[in-house]
């Protein structure tokens, strides 16, 4: 019977955290690390009481029923009366009659044990027994059992369990069971076990078999014998085989499980090297939040469940007072309640509602109604009309279900925080997916609203078509450098809202919709969504529900857009000259600058006092412990020493010599070293853990962390390029940036740490990481700000690629999407067959038209070389339906394309496309006159009109000139970039002083990674147990080989007797050495030379 819970002394730790504990268990660890209580079972809740150095205790409920559990170790190294204080300082603390507790006392007693005589002195564990009896504790031990603490040289009990009186006679068992794995025997004791219930949750182990479980026997029998022997010379020789068979079934555990373990890797890392391996490495996968007392407003801690949750929902959704408003926002409420508008939004349709159904995330957990995104898929694939009658009623009505209001809450720690402070925790609302879903479409119209009439504000960066992170840092940095250049003083300022999204007015959203003019029966399904929200907690078998007044809805789709919304106002705050606005989300960054430090201390005061003014308006308040000041020192025009006053609600703001802006650490020399020093860090963790967790799923699939780095380590590290993009000049940066990259090319290449910098990225195959930063910036630069970059004599303009569509310009319902079957051609009526084809670097697109089967027009065009087989089956499908538009009389009309994508494109209404928006527009004009319908047709399997079209397409590529000109698409950019970035690299690679041996093997750079075991990677770099290479660092006083030639790596491939015999099969040009590793054969030959080569050199 595996039991439910675990109450540990002296578990293993490794870096102060439980090892070897499952994921999904509750985890509480005294600050010693010393006592430990875990509980497995899921059907159990827990409330933590206590924490403390040498005692952790716990609250354990089902339904009704409760116990509190107390694990406690007293370490014999400290005095036993301070100890027992502790213990009985928790147990003071606690209100329940149902106390649990369990140690190592580390004392003996007639009370728990046979008598003992050791070191330990007679009345030591008098202060412990004066509590057991002072309490009117029960002791569950049974004197006559096994000792709970058993080794070679002795035994005891030392471990005790006990009880108050109603919990004792509520005991079912108690019992001592003899383990080979520890030196303390578990304890096992069931205490009413039918208020339990069992959970299925098996230990699978699917490498356990039948020797192992013969092993098992065997070894337990031999340590029975060993244990029961009295007599000095057979003891010791029952103990020498019971040994011996222990190591062996230690051996066969290892070998089995790692073995079966190896299997489970590689079915891991082929499915996504980001799952399990990588999440363990990052530490992505965080143990369940548990739920402990907490301070209220008056510091005192809470003793129940209920007080604890009523504390921390005071302060993460605060009440909207109505009587505490000033007279502006009176006014607001005011105008809000007087709103009338006679403009209605029209009905949700069938598509609209399809497609807002598949931008919701699966395998997401539901609301409190258990109702699923893939169910609710389901049923509007099976029956459209049920979701269409029911969204389409509460839009007309202007009612939200108030059982879509409820939303159930989960709380979550913040990591590294004190969690017996309420703000410490971080809310998430599990809100009903249906509810979501009208949400979703709401959120749709309002932003459309909001964009048509041009109240989007362009310095908000987030939740915004077109922003990013990287666009906001941009942004500040322009500001930063326009003002420099005016010659200026130039400081930041940070603010944070306390809140923001849990705390900001709701009447303000519902104001700004009125200015917007928004449709009375879209208002009047908003006014009603914010109306008498809450939120349920559940815990156990009991759930309180708490009114959610103020704040945007955690978890919602409209959330960031109401929130933006609000936000939006604070542009539209009158500033003095020189300060300037900008936000992402909810950062809000303030860059004032003057000409003088005192007018620069005057423009911000005032800006302050005004933004404070408009907090206030809004019922917002900023965090006076995170809004900070950062001068920019740059050109010495302002010093840390000596920097600006600007004052905050009387406080001065805290003046810091860096801070971060969404994810980038600035500093007031605009040098970067901190974020760039902070990014080594983590990168340099990161990889370390990639080494020492998540080198078991890749050691024998190595290139799977060259996809890591690629997806994953790489764009970390250039993370916040917008900021210091213009910076990429200057040596400093190029070098920072390169030695940035430097560590995880070594935990990938697997190469000695002495091998140059210039040489990994071209033995991983990819660019060097200042080369790799200029390519994602100059593609930024041309596809995102729409600039005119050169790049070595070659200018990339932006006219030149592919724009992307703002969906939110066009109304949800003119979001057409046009759907497709998969039938076969009938030879009926008018039949049309599009291809595309790119041969030999040309591109054609072709369509032909068939009428009963006789072909009657056929159209071919050859496309740029630049263009994609994409876009010439789109061309093919535009051929098409420029046909169709010149048709006068004839009825239906049947397009056949082999091109899934393209298909699955235009039924969606996503797409980003200008192509594909030009397609639906052309295709909605023709449904509006006559039938036609669009069909999928497999490639290449016989289909005459398929083939013709095929055969079309593919002559257009022969075409002398081009007949159509396309923009080139936006992924050739990086390519185009990345070609001339070659360029560059070849040069420094050929102009190098260090990595000149692997330069002989591998003169050329490129994207193709060298990535051979290590001892192969000493011959490419020359670094490795070799002469010379010992002798250059100063481990050997010659660089002598065996033989007495100099002994480098082209001595033992070419020239030494001792490796003749295993050199000797090597298939390559000695003149030419880049063919040594053109035959896949010679890589086993090279590794057995280089060990035996190494074997000749000393361990030192």
Known sequence: MTPDVYLLQEPYLAKGTPFGLRLGWRVVVAHSGKALLAVRNSGIRMFVRHVGDHVVAADLMIGPDHITALSFYFPPSQPHSRLVRELETVLDSLSSQHILIAGDANVHSSLWGPEVRDHRPLDEGGPFIDLILQRGLYVWNDPQSLPTFETDRGRSWIDVTLSTSSLYHRQVSWAVHRTILSDHNPIVFQAGASAIPSI??????????????????????LRARFLRCRQPRERQHRRLIYK?????????IKCKSRAS???LCLQLTKRNPFQLPYKLAAKKLRSPTLLQRVRDQNGVFTSTVPDTIRVIIQQLFPCDNIHTETPDQRTIREAVGNYAEYSLDPPFSAGEIRAALHTLRLKKTPGLDTISVELLRNINKHCPAILLTLLNSCLHLGFFPKSWKNAKLILIGKPDRDHTVAKNYRPICLLSVVSKLLDKLITQRLTHLFKSKGLLHDRQHGFRAGRSCETANHSLWLEVHNALQAKNRVCLISLDVEGAFDTVWRQSVLYQLTLARCPSNLFSLITDY???RSVTYCFNADSWTFPAERGVPQGSCSGPFFWNVVLDTIFEVPLPAGCTLQAFADDIILIVQGPTTVEMERRGTLAIHSLLHWATQHKLTFSLQKSVLMPITYGGRLSLLDPPSVSLQGHLLPVHKSIRYLGVWWDGGLTFTDHFNRVRR????????LSVVADRFFSKHHLLFLHIYRAAIEPFLLYGYGAWGHRLHLKKIKDTLNSLQRRPLLKLTRVYRTVSTVALPVLAGVLPLDLKALVVFKKFQVLILNEEVTVDSVTFRPQDFKTRVDITN????ERWSFPYDCLLPTGNGVEIFTDGSKIEGQVGSAMVVFYYGTLIDSTEHRLPDTASVFQAEMHGLDLALNFVLTLQSWGAVHIYSDSLSLLKALSFDSSLDPDIWSLKGKLHSIFQSRHLSL??????????????????AKRATQHPSVDWFVPKPRRLLTRELQNAMLLTWQDRWDLAEKGRQTADFFPHVGFQPHLYSPHVMQIVTGHGRFPTYFCRMGLLQSDLCACGDKGDVFHYLTQCPLTRHLRAPLQFNQGNLPSLFKTTSNIPILEALVSRVNGYIPNL
């Open 935 to 952: 069909h999928w047709v497999p490639a290449h399997i016989g289909v005459l009109g398929n083939e013709m079209a095929d055969t079309h």
């Open 244 to 252: 011996k068979e222990q190591a062996r079934y230690k051996y066969l």
């Open 200 to 221: 299925l949750d098996r230990l699978k182990v699917p490498w356990w078999d039948s020797s192992l479980e013969t092993q098992r026997k065997k070894t337990r029998a």
């Open 682 to 689: 983590r990168v340099d963790l990161l990889s370390y853990r």
């Open 261 to 263: 373990f190896h299997e």
């Open 530 to 532: 914010f109306r008498d």
């Open 810 to 813: 066009t109304h949800p319902l």
